[in-house]
């Protein structure tokens, strides 16, 4: 096999880099820095027309890769490790390949790559992108398969976007028509995901507060009908029970409780999320939910916990009651939990509560005190609140009257406790703006909030926000509206310019379009869009036959495409007589095989005498044109409108 | 030099490979279409691969929901099945006619050529041709224009070099799918017998009266006659006036010195095997067009008259060549 060019050689490199660089973003300095220095060496190597490093120098060195790689991810062959080797092999095999094959190879393990890249990200920037790669790759195969010198670089860009453009439509049948399994082959080994920012497993004060700048878009919903109003949009995530005098915990011992009772007043709104990994095994719905998300347990607290951890974007519908009634017989033991202080700590809380509890008032009005407290007395509700001691809940309610959602529904709940009400604090999302391009709801990270629920007779567990009494304007619009103008937050929290913000609302419409279709297109989505186009459901079997119906068709219709220009070259002057000897064969006079077009043309001639003239000189005039030195294009359209004439 | 045709395979050839029943390219006048039945393609051992790794990927895209693999892995195929479609349109429609190839002498290695043409106004490039183990060599056919296919083939035996079953091909796009055609040609090459080493003599002239012909001693110098021009007379010899005269072409005849024309003949060449003798003609043949001066040669069933130059060697050497050529 001939070796490669270097034209080639370099070719094959940029591709290989174009490859690799979005995965640079996602290994340790030193594998990004052994990938191009092999790649540096190699080129050199062409360059100076040097011999191939041996193998007992490449030997070693593979082993040392190997080794170094798995020292560097400890040992586990997770999705970072696997990439990180793969990339290093093949930048390792570029070091022993001179010849026309390896170099082939070397392209089908960069487009294998490619795909490795999408473990970690599927953005549609990324997938923009990799357009470029993809053509580079062409070219270095349209390069390799021509061993005689360097095509020029026109021609093969152009040859490798006109058979990439042709290729799209059966991308395009395949990729709606192929079957799609509903779940993995095998399980899919687990790296670490980022974390999720704002909640956690546990409250205390500072825990929302110092985590929720981040503009990272948590979930989408889609709402089928109704939408719900801004107060409505309470989002649950984990229920906090158990307070050891600093932090809120959910408490074990609530695990074994069965499930409230709820009972939903009006219609339940029905709505799907599509829910961003964040490596928990939270789901969120709207308070509350009443139907059961496939893969997942509901709480008896009402939250939605998935078997596995959310690592992979995830889309899921149900449907909540916005008007309820949850739990209106309390049994002792919830009470007992719903009603559990610390043993020591916050005095002077727990003695107003006494007070309040002794006062004879009934709870409602007990909980109206407290929200009223928090909204005549000087509360502030910031961002920055000072640090609180020991007895947290008195010093935020009694000095410090600075916090944020978390300190208003820690002390609520503490003070409810304390007054004997059964109490506990949710956490989850609040809000969620709607994207009007594409008509979806965008809950962030910024949405975090902590609130309340307070369990009254005849009613059951009622939603209280104690930040809605200090800082309403947190339920309608956020909490950057809510802060003090003082306070600095991120730009793109706090105001948007408007042409700025229908930019980015725009591109997160494109963005979720390609979540939900693109990278969300699974089994369900292919039943759901294909039934709807033919109109009834399919069954997958059917879906298989049309698939491989219109892959057929494609390729007849691209075949017929490519090969179709062979009649336009068609000698137009051989056209013109074949259609005056089938003028004539249909009167039956036919031309014998050794006949030359003139004694044929005597001898039709014979058998027309009306027409011997017109024959003849149609045969005269076909035999110059072909025979001889010139013919005129006039000459040529004089003979084809005679014979259209010609009328045997 | 004579222009080989091309004629199509005939079914008594008897081939175990099962590449024996794919068509060869039939005959026309002097060229051949490589049209929609000739043209066969397979995928390349690296278009094999190449459908392992897209099912690798396949596999890795629906376990890992991989929506952008998806894609990728589809475009790729897409890639694949348009590429088929590109090297096949690549070699179709091929218009081959036998070039013009220049004699040459057994051992030496002679260069099967054919020209191709496009008609379709597609350039056409990496086109191979191969034959058995030898080649492919790779050229480019400009669109609607002729390129030449040359394979240098080494020869061994005196007479037409027989080629065989010629290959054209390519790989071209992206050398993943493989498509050929084959082509056969009567007569490609004359191969002229290798010449015996040097050292036997040339025989002496026709004084020695081996033979009954008289000719006269003709010679440089003095004029003594006009005879009908005969093919291999030197066209300074010919008598342009008698030609403007219209009197034909005659070439004048002189009396010389001391030159003499000479007698190869076969049966008085040395050798008990004829390919001994056939040998020693041809040296004698090179020699004697090297000194210079006209020879005949006669050969059970041929004989040509004496002359000289390069037309008359080569016919000379053609009839050894042609002589009783063993199968």
Same mark, same amino acid.
């Given at each position: 096999m001939p070796g490669i060019t270097l034209d080639n050689l370099r070719w094959l490199l940029a591709s290989m880099l174009m490859v690799a660089l979005p995965l640079f973003f996602h290994f340790d300095a030193w594998i990004t820095l052994f990938a191009l220095l092999l790649g540096a060496w190699r080129y050199h190597i062409a360059v100076r027309q040097k011999p191939l490093p041996r193998l007992r120098i490449l030997l070693p060195l593979t082993m040392l890769t190997t080794i170094t790689i798995l020292a560097t991810y400890h040992g586990s062959l997770g999705r970072n490790a696997s990439v990180a080797l793969l990339t290093l092999m093949m930048c390792l095999k570029l070091l022993e390949s001179n010849s026309r094959r390896d170099a082939m190879l070397l392209v089908f393990i960069a487009c294998f790559l490619s795909l490795a890249g999408f473990l970690f990200s599927q953005s549609l920037l990324l997938g923009a992108y990799l357009i470029l790669p993809l053509i580079a790759l062409t070219v270095t195969l349209v390069g390799i398969s021509h061993p005689n010198g360097s095509l020029p670089i026109r021609l093969k860009l152009r040859l490798s976007g006109r058979m990439l453009a042709q290729a799209v439509p059966i991308m395009l049948i395949l990729f709606v028509l192929f079957p799609r399994l509903s779940g993995p082959l095998w399980s899919v080994p687990q790296d670490a995901a980022s974390a999720m920012t704002g909640l956690s497993e546990s409250m205390s004060p500072g825990s929302i507060s110092e985590m929720i700048i981040s503009d990272e878009i948590t979930f989408?919903?889609?709402?089928?009908? =109704?939408?719900?109003?801004?107060?409505?949009? #309470?989002?649950?995530? %984990?229920v906090f029970w158990f307070f050891d005098g600093q932090t809120w915990r959910p408490g074990s011992f609530t695990r074994h409780l069965p499930r409230e009772p709820l009972q939903g007043r009006n219609n339940p709104i029905s709505y799907s999320v599509t829910l961003e990994p964040h490596n928990r095994k939270w789901l969120f719905a709207l308070d509350l939910p009443d139907t059961a998300i496939p893969d997942s347990t509901l709480n008896h607290d009402y939250q939605f916990s998935a078997r596995n951890p959310v690592n992979t974007r995830l889309r899921y519908e149900a449907t909540s009651y916005l008007q309820y009634q949850l739990q209106r017989e309390l049994d002792p033991a919830v009470r007992k939990y719903a009603l559990q202080l610390p043993s020591r700590g916050n005095p002077l809380t727990r003695a107003m509560g006494q007070e309040w509890a002794a006062s004879g008032a009934e709870p409602d009005v007990l909980v109206q005190r407290a929200l009223d407290m928090f909204r005549e007395q000087p509360f502030v509700y910031t961002l920055i609140p000072p640090k609180l001691g020991q007895d947290s809940v008195d010093e935020f309610l009694f000095s410090s009257q600075r916090g944020f959602c978390e300190h208003y529904a820690g002390s609520f709940v503490f003070m409810m406790r304390a007054a004997g009400i059964p109490a506990r604090v949710v956490t989850g999302y609040q809000g969620g703006a709607i994207n009007p391009i594409g008509q979806y709801m965008i809950v962030r990270q910024s949405d975090a909030h902590?609130?309340?629920?307070? !369990?009254?007779?005849?009613?059951? !567990?009622?939603?209280? @926000?104690?930040?809605?009494?200090? $800082?309403?304007q947190r339920i309608e619009s956020g909490f950057a509206a809510a802060l003090p103008g003082s306070e600095t937050i991120p730009m793109f929290i706090r105001e948007r310019y408007d042409w700025l913000n229908s930019l980015y609302l725009g591109w997160d419409a494109f963005n979720n379009g390609w979540n939900q279709w693109v990278l969300g297109y699974n089994q369900q989505r292919q039943i759901d869009l294909l039934s709807r186009l033919i109109g009834r459901t399919l069954s997958s079997e059917q879906i298989s036959a049309a698939l491989i119906v219109s892959l057929i068709s494609i390729m007849l219709l691209i075949s017929w495409v490519i090969l179709r220009d062979n009649g336009k070259h068609r000698d137009a002057l051989q056209v013109a007589y074949s259609h005056f000897l089938r003028k004539l064969a249909r009167v039956g006079i036919m031309r014998l095989p050794h006949e030359g077009p003139l004694d044929f043309s005597t001898r039709a001639a014979a058998s027309l005498p009306e027409q011997a003239t017109a024959v003849h000189d149609i045969s005269l005039t076909y035999v110059k044109l072909r025979y001889g030195r010139t013919g005129t294009d006039e000459q040529l359209e004089k003979l084809q409108t005679d014979i259209r004439k010609f009328r045997p | 030099m004579k222009l080989p045709s091309l004629r199509i395979f005939s079914s008594s050839r008897t081939l175990t490979h099962w590449t024996s029943w794919l068509r060869i390219a039939r005959p026309g006048s002097n060229e051949t279409v490589l049209d929609r039945r000739h043209v066969y393609i397979l995928p390349t051992r690296q278009g094999i691969l190449f459908s392992v790794i897209l099912i690798s990927m396949l596999i890795g895209s629906i376990n890992y929901s991989l929506g952008l693999g998806f894609i990728l892995t589809f475009l790729l195929a897409g890639l694949g099945v348009v590429a088929m479609l590109h090297t096949?349109?690549?070699?179709?429609?091929?218009?081959?006619?036998?070039?013009?190839?220049?004699?040459?002498?057994? +051992?030496?290695?002679?260069?099967?050529?054919?020209?191709a043409l496009d008609r379709a106004g597609r350039e056409r490039l990496a086109i191979g041709i191969q034959q058995g183990k030898t080649g492919p060599i790779h050229a480019d056919i400009p669109a609607n224009d002729r390129g030449e296919l040359a394979l240098p083939v080494p020869t061994r035996q005196r007479g037409w070099l027989s080629t065989g079953r010629i290959t054209i091909s390519t790989e071209f796009p992206l050398g993943l799918f493989h498509a050929w055609s084959y082509v056969e040609?009567?007569?490609?090459?004359?191969? #002229?017998?290798?010449? $015996?080493?040097?050292? &036997?003599?040339?025989?002496?002239? /026709?004084?020695? /009266?081996?033979?009954?012909?008289? #000719?006269?001693? $003709?010679? @440089?110098?003095?004029?003594? /006659? =006009?005879?009908?021009? *005969?093919? /291999? @007379?030197?066209?300074? *010899?010919?008598d342009w006036k008698a030609s403007a005269r219209e009197q034909g072409l005659l070439t004048k005849q002189f009396k010389g010195g001391s030159s003499t024309f000479r007698w190869l003949d076969w049966q008085a060449t040395?050798?008990?095997?004829?390919? *001994?003798?056939?040998?020693?003609?041809?040296?004698?043949?090179?020699?004697?067009?090297?000194?210079? &001066? %006209? #020879?005949? =040669?006669?050969?059970?069933?041929?004989?040509?008259?004496?002359?000289? +130059?390069?037309?008359?060697?080569?016919?000379?050497?053609?009839?050894l060549a042609l002589f009783e050529v063993p199968h």
């Open positions: 989408r919903a889609e709402f089928k009908s =109704l939408l719900p109003t801004p107060s409505e949009r #309470y989002w649950r995530g %984990p902590a609130w309340a629920e307070v !369990w009254l007779p005849e009613r059951g !567990w009622v939603r209280t @926000d104690p930040t809605a009494a200090v $800082a309403p | 096949w349109h690549n070699l179709a429609h091929l218009v081959i006619s036998p070039g013009r190839t220049a004699p040459v002498t057994a +051992g030496e290695d002679a260069t099967i050529r054919l020209v040609l009567d007569h490609c090459c004359l191969v #002229y017998p290798r010449p $015996a080493a040097p050292g &036997q003599p040339l025989p002496t002239s /026709g004084a020695d /009266g081996a033979s009954s012909h008289q #000719y006269s001693n $003709a010679g @440089d110098d003095d004029f003594y /006659g =006009l005879r009908t021009y *005969q093919r /291999g @007379d030197s066209l300074r *010899q010919i040395p050798g008990r095997d004829p390919e *001994q003798r056939i040998a020693q003609l041809a040296r004698w043949v090179r020699d004697a067009h090297e000194s210079g &001066q %006209p #020879y005949g =040669l006669r050969m059970p069933g041929k004989e040509i008259s004496p002359a000289r +130059g390069d037309a008359h060697t080569h016919s000379c050497m053609e009839t």
